[in-house]
């Protein structure tokens, strides 16, 4: 068994308080339920606590624990190569919108951090997108004045304040990075210091839809609301059918302790090498905290770990850390043109919101949709990016290729994971710390033998739609393939679209 570096936790989680939010316990009306508590949650509760409205927020679990405790947490309009992308697929007025609504959520943290008081390490840096090959340079040029056109403080530089030399970069100036937690923790502290209400351990398992919604939670109890807010990374309630334009991966990260001397002092990242994205937090006795994202995946794919010892030994190599003292991993969702959806709920939706598929920036898409949805939900004036974001929006020909490669997939998988020959003859080959799907008693079962021994097994078919879930080693999970549910070793639901656990199976 091969030990993994550092501890398995986010420095964001470790490093704050746990909370300790009431259940719900009754029935309760609001004018906005807000369904999950990341940083489009909450941060809409607050916007709309803030315009007048009275708010209930309901987590399944624990607030900023799931996605939005695990990101990197940069706070960027620089979103890789994505304005290049945006003008030649869908026009330079909508490269301009997207530069526009990433400025104002960062402008807006700012704001939000210094009118409440809240230390949240927040610290402006610049931003680069770096290649290190010559044949890369003609791409980083080419977004550099691409974002320069859409409204940024673009360059294309040559030199970089990297460990090693760099072929070419964007960069951008003026940009921002931060502690999720301990930003949001304050936002939702000063949320119910003004009436707004927080439930954890509170999963919503319905919704209906009308003049007046009502969600109902995995206990029975209903919140009815004007609105409702589905907040929950990847739409638990997907009427809009989302669940075709977005596809999930997960990244890894690994961090570990550098001299403040040798902080780069900037947010890096480039598409070479599978990904790899940098940036440092503050430590204190003149230490930082190198924080490195990379080794992408499609969820349910084997090989975790050994994609996590890639990134550990780029890491060491580059900043000479000695010591990896965390490593942990964050989830994404791209959308099939690479914009994010942000408004209603589906076509017909009068009073249900939704966002998501931010592909992997968002901090400054969650903090653009908490502004975005509050607007539209009061009736306020009306953002210019409004119909950009929508999800009613269809950019056939952007959007076809990456449609018609995720829904292949999807069905692929659905057949393919029934069929999949297992690695092991049975459940006494199943190593320790190991899982493996096989077929006992004439049933697909996920079956998990942990240190001590102990075999954990449950039922192999996701409940969201049926699909056949894979071990990732690396975090000992069970994760769906098609639309990125992930489960822990008894079953239990650790990210949705999913909302009903594994059953366990008894395979002795």
């Not at 919503?204 to 609301?225: D, F, I, K, P």
Request: glycine share 10%; charged share 20%; hydrophobic share 40%.
């Amino acid at each position: 068994m091969t030990v993994m570096p550092g501890r398995a936790e986010s420095y964001w989680m470790d490093s704050t308080e746990a909370t300790g939010y009431p259940e719900l316990t009754e029935d309760i009306q609001v004018d906005v339920a807000v369904v999950g508590a990341g940083i489009v949650g909450v941060s809409t509760a607050w916007e709309l606590a803030k315009a007048g409205r009275s708010v209930a927020v309901l987590e399944a679990d624990r607030i900023v624990a799931n996605t939005t405790g695990y990101t990197t947490a940069k706070l960027t309009s620089l979103h890789t190569l994505i304005y290049r992308r945006l003008t030649v697929n869908l026009g330079p007025e909508a490269a301009r919108l997207y530069a526009t609504s990433q400025q104002d959520a960062i402008g807006r943290v700012h704001e939000i951090a210094a009118d409440l008081g809240i230390d949240c390490d927040l610290e402006t840096r610049p931003a680069y997108t770096y290649v290190t090959e010559e044949d890369g340079v003609d791409s980083v040029r080419a977004e550099a004045e691409a974002a320069l056109d859409a409204g940024l403080p673009a360059q294309f530089v040559t030199a970089g304040t990297l460990p090693f030399p760099i072929a070419g970069a964007v960069r951008v100036d003026g940009q921002a990075q931060f502690h999720p937690r301990k930003y949001l923790l304050g936002l939702a502290a000063d949320l119910v210091a003004h009436g707004g209400l927080i439930f954890e351990r509170t999963r919503v398992m319905s919704l209906e839809e009308g003049r007046t919604c009502r969600v109902t939670t995995e206990n029975g109890h209903t919140v009815t609301a004007r609105d409702v807010v589905v907040a929950t990374h990847y739409p638990v309630f997907d009427r809009g059918l989302l669940m075709t334009r977005l596809i999930p991966h997960r990244e890894l990260v690994v961090a570990g302790v550098i001299p403040e001397s040798d902080d780069p002092n900037g947010m890096f990242i480039t598409p070479e090498d599978d990904t790899r994205s940098v940036r440092t937090a503050p430590l204190g006795d003149g230490r930082r905290l190198v924080i490195v994202t990379g080794e992408k995946f499609a969820l349910g794919s084997p090989g975790v770990s050994d994609r996590l010892w890639r990134l550990v030994g780029w890491t060491r190599r580059v900043f000479d850390v000695e010591e990896i003292t965390y490593h942990w991993a964050a989830q994404d969702n791209v959308s099939t043109d690479g914009v994010p959806f942000v408004g209603p709920l589906h076509l017909g939706s009068e009073h249900t919101w939704v966002a998501g598929g931010f592909g992997g920036w968002g901090m400054s898409n969650g903090v653009m949709a908490s502004r975005l949805l509050t607007a539209l939900i009061t009736g306020s004036s009306r953002p210019p990016w409004a119909d950009f974001y929508t999800p009613k929006r269809v950019h056939l020909l952007t959007e076809a290729p990456s449609f018609v490669k995720n829904s292949a997939f999807v069905a692929k998988e659905f057949v393919a994971g029934r069929l999949r020959a297992s690695h092991v003859d049975g459940v006494a080959d199943v190593a320790p710390g190991q899982g493996a799907v096989m077929r006992v008693n004439g049933q697909r079962c996920a079956v998990y033998r942990d240190d001590d021994g102990k075999v954990h097994a449950v039922t192999a078919t996701c409940t969201h739609l049926g699909c056949t879930v894979g071990f990732n080693d690396a975090e000992r999970t069970w994760d769906c393939p098609c639309h990125g549910s992930r489960f822990d070793v008894d079953g239990n639901v650790l990210h949705g679209p999913a909302k009903n656990a594994l059953e366990s199976r008894d395979v002795s």
